[in-house]
């Protein structure tokens, strides 16, 4: 199975990735970032495995960026991607590209708090339990079918950094164990329902 991932910030769900396939039949044929100098491409790097980047602003509008960084995708033929912390919305053309072969995590239960900031949304909103969800990426923001959702209870008076990184260490436990199945198994999408899929049980 070739897997490509992409990301944007320090990296933490990818290296949990490359670190739970190892000796696995899953290989990560790219690490892609919108940003040159994200972190995560020096873990990448680390790991050998190859990385790129591409930013909107290099290039004339929005369409053309997505055209280039689907074609750029394309180009090592992966089976999955995951957007393991990719903080870009991924264009139409992406979309309709992989559509279905897609996989992205957000820290909230959606559709509850969708966008870039779903841990602080939902402290600020002052909701008890959040978590995270993992579902397959459609031409919305955050509205893909669900795959799997986790809920965390909301502690008092607890720091956005503090809840987040709780949630982000279900979503690294989560995110291999969904990767792992998917090596030999088989998602079954029936409109917005997906089955066919056993969470781990920690
Ligand atoms: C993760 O919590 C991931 O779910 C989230 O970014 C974090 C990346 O952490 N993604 C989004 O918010 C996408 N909207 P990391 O850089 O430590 O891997």
């Known amino acids: 199975m070739r897997l490509l991932l992409l990301a944007s910030g320090t990296g933490s769900l990818v290296q949990a990735v490359i670190d739970g396939l190892a000796n696995t039949g899953v290989e990560i044929v790219a690490v892609g970032s919108d940003l040159a100098d994200a972190p995560v491409l020096d873990r990448a790097r680390a790991a050998d495995i190859e990385v790129f980047s591409a930013h909107p602003r290099d290039y004339a509008d929005r369409a053309a960026w997505d055209q280039a960084f689907t074609e750029t995708v394309a180009g090592y033929s992966p089976d999955w991607i995951v957007s393991a912390g990719f903080m ?86 989560e995110l291999v164990h969904l990767l792992r199945f998917l090596e030999h198994g088989t998602l079954e999408v029936s409109g917005r329902h997906v089955s066919g899929y056993t969470p781990s049980a920690p």
Not at 122 to 133: H, I, Q, R
Not at 151 to 171: D, F, G, Q, S
């Open 88 to 173: 870009r919305i991924l264009g139409a053309s992406f979309v309709s590209r992989f559509g279905g072969r897609i996989i992205n995590t957000h820290p909230a239960l959606l559709p509850a708090f969708p966008g870039a900031h779903g841990v602080r949304d939902a402290l600020d909103y002052g909701a008890k339990v959040t978590g995270t969800t993992i579902h397959l990426v459609d031409e919305g923001v955050d509205t893909g079918p669900i795959i799997a959702q986790f809920p965390v209870v909301i502690e008092p008076n607890e720091t956005e950094t503090v809840l987040h990184e709780r949630i982000k260490a279900i979503e690294r436990r």
